[in-house]
């Protein structure tokens, strides 16, 4: 009940700023005040990879202490709140691993978490399809998280997947196609895990070339339908229009992540060790190389009307612009580490309620490491990441049971879930 409760104090009061070193969550001073009551040396000990996850983003914190103090002298402002931000990162690691103990806490902060999402998601937005994307999407993906998880619990996953497939094309229709790829790819895997297919090497790469010819043919559809006014939203048509070849889905994805591109030309310019904390595009050089991957016009008064930081738009990129080579080492070892537990939850615990939830979750982890800004590692990469933890370890400790029960090994089956909350 105590966990419950602290739950549902970090996801409700995610949604409050408290100006504290910058801009601190009221969430983040409750893990900052607890912070002493949940470390336990012993965690490193029981759980490697959860050590290993600490450490990396512990050297992240020293690499950007060195670039920021005694290679680009960083003001005091900036260090500081760039510095919060990986030891907030740290801390709530430390804070949801510890009190995520099993799939009622976790299905408990889905919930608590689409509660906060209707009460506190930005709903500011210009258009119906912005308003969709960043207000609607926020609430619908963990109705879905939701949904799924009990659906799956109770063996229906063919509803699951119909469910899946049915939020696939509603994002898509409105403009928010990466949300959209993430659960179709999500409907595809357990599909796999659960029709009872022998997934061989060359059946993956048969299965593999194939989802890429289908890809390209359905890509090639949404355009056409984008270009005739058929499918999508205003946002989409701009974007679509203004590619030379909007056939191509690497053009599509350099203009709708230009800021990821951009960032290359940053990492050039500094490649040791980077730019420091909330470094700032002074002369816009960077500003105007993410307008050239967008295809628009630089407005020379709006754009010197306010600061820009150097754009990246990237967790692992922007931890490179940030403090150099380092930081993308110690940021890449986390997304690797994730991707691991990932990964192995989606080949070995499809017979779990929560199966759906993870294979999303590391299908998002990808996404999010790729093309969301590093603040991600701070606001949604704990949580996530304290999921992934707990399942991966529940289910390693349950395979290792079972193999110690069985007088010879046997061949896994993947059945759907009928397990109780």
């Known amino acids: 009940m105590l966990n419950r409760f602290k739950i549902a104090l970090y996801t409700l009061l995610s949604g409050v700023n408290v100006a504290l070193v910058g801009q601190l969550k009221l969430n983040e001073v409750m893990v900052l005040l607890s912070a002493p009551f949940v470390f336990d040396i012993r965690d490193f000990r029981a759980f490697p990879m959860f050590r290993k996850i600490i450490v990396a983003l512990t050297a992240l914190f020293v690499f950007q202490v ?27 690691f430390l804070f949801l691993f510890k009190i995520m103990k099993d799939d009622t806490i976790i299905f408990f902060f889905l919930c608590m978490t689409l509660i906060k999402n209707i009460i506190w998601t930005d709903d500011n937005a210009d ?34 997947l119909a469910l899946l497939l049915s939020y696939c094309l509603l994002c898509i229709a409105r403009d928010s196609r990466s949300t959209g790829m993430i659960f179709f790819l999500g409907a595809i895997i357990i599909y796999c895990f659960n029709s009872g297919m ?7 790469l048969v299965f593999g070339i194939a989802g890429l010819l289908l890809f390209q043919f359905a890509y090639g559809c949404y355009v056409t339908a984008v270009l005739n006014h058929e499918w999508g939203g205003e946002h989409a048509s701009e974007q679509i229009e203004r590619l030379d070849n909007p056939y191509n889905p690497l053009e599509l994805l350099m203009t709708g992540r230009g800021e990821t591109f951009a960032a290359l030309a940053a990492i050039s310019d500094a490649p040791l060790f980077g730019h420091g904390s909330w470094a700032k595009d002074d002369n816009l050089k960077y500003y105007r190389i993410l307008l050239l991957y967008q295809n628009e016009e630089m407005n020379e008064r709006l754009a010197t009307s306010t600061d820009h930081l150097i754009p990246s738009h990237s967790i692992l990129l922007g931890a490179w612009v940030n403090c150099g080579i380092g930081g993308f080492l110690a940021v890449l070892a986390v997304f690797i580490l994730l991707l691991r537990m990932g990964c192995y939850l989606i080949g070995n615990a499809a017979d779990t309620a929560l199966y759906p939830v993870l294979v999303l979750m590391t299908l998002g982890v990808v996404w999010t490491f790729l093309f969301s800004p590093i603040q991600q590692l701070r606001f949604n990469i704990p949580a996530i990441g304290a999921i992934l933890l707990r399942a991966y370890y529940e289910c390693i400790t349950e395979r290792h049971e079972a193999a110690a029960m069985e007088p010879a090994p046997q061949k896994m089956v993947f059945i759907s879930p009928k397990g109780e909350i």
């Open 127 to 160: 258009t119906d399809m912005s308003y969709f994307k960043f207000k609607m999407v926020p609430i619908l993906s963990y109705g879905v998280y939701i949904l799924s998880f009990l659906l799956y619990r109770k063996g229906h996953w063919k509803a699951v």
């Open 198 to 204: 022998q997934l061989t090497r060359d059946r993956l």
């Open 66 to 92: 060195i670039t920021d103090l005694f290679v680009v002298n960083s003001t005091a402002e900036n260090f500081m709140r760039g510095w919060a931000a990986i030891i907030m990162s740290i801390l709530s």
